[in-house]
């Protein structure tokens, strides 16, 4: 091989190495994505359907989507998502007829908070809008908002504390055991461990 022929050989290596880093095909220039937070949206409830059945279709549809539900305020919740070693905070916010999802924090989320300027091999740039954050997430976010609206056609009813049967001993032993293995696991921190606690044993 002549000397010429080494050096267009490594040319055109070098130019499939820049196009391999910065093409929007790349794997890895498209991990991330904008934050897509759910703006308030209409729910289907029932006309007169009251906040507290609300809240109940809310725990029902964070708990087939696996989110737990880590803090509660009339209005409003705190759900928290932990698959593997990546964990999403959000902020539930609603009322008789609508519903809204806002991201909190997360972990091991490649999350960014400023915008992106990547330079594409053409020498344009492109501006990936923040802040972002991986793509599963917002595909996490939006299957639970699915789920908020399916549970709120038919909302379940909000038990009532007064007259309501004692928990069994044993079931309330259980759901300890599962929130200290969340709380060990770094999902739960010990103040909200503490919260769910004290709900059980009331």
Do not use: C
Not at 1 to 10: E, H, L, N, P, Y
Not at 70 to 96: C, D, F, N
Not at 106 to 122: A, E, I, T, V, W
Request: glycine share 4%; hydrophobic share 35%.
């Amino acid at each position: 091989m002549t000397s010429r022929s080494i050096i267009k050989a490594i040319s055109l290596f070098a130019i499939l190495l820049v196009w391999a880093t910065f093409s929007p095909t790349n794997a890895r220039a498209d991990r991330t994505a904008t934050i897509r937070n759910i703006p308030p949206t209409p729910l289907h409830a029932p006309d007169g359907t009251p906040l507290a059945d609300i809240a109940a279709a809310i725990r029902s549809a964070a708990d087939s989507e696996q989110w737990i539900i880590v803090g509660e305020s009339p209005g409003s919740m705190t759900a928290r998502l932990h698959i593997r070693a990546h964990t999403a905070t959000v902020k539930i916010q609603y009322t008789e007829s609508t519903y809204q999802i806002d991201y909190l924090d997360s972990r091991n989320l490649d999350y960014k908070p400023d915008d992106l300027r990547r330079r594409m091999p053409n020498k344009k740039f492109r501006t990936i809008k923040g802040p972002r954050i991986h793509n599963n997430y917002n595909v996490w976010v939006e299957d639970f908002g699915r789920s908020i609206e399916a549970y709120s056609y038919n909302p379940p009813k909000a038990e009532s504390p007064k007259g309501a049967a004692p928990l069994n001993p044993i079931l309330i032993a259980d759901e300890l055991e599962k929130l200290d293995a969340l709380r060990q696991r770094g999902v739960l921190t010990q103040e909200e461990f503490d919260q769910q606690k004290a709900k059980l044993l009331q």
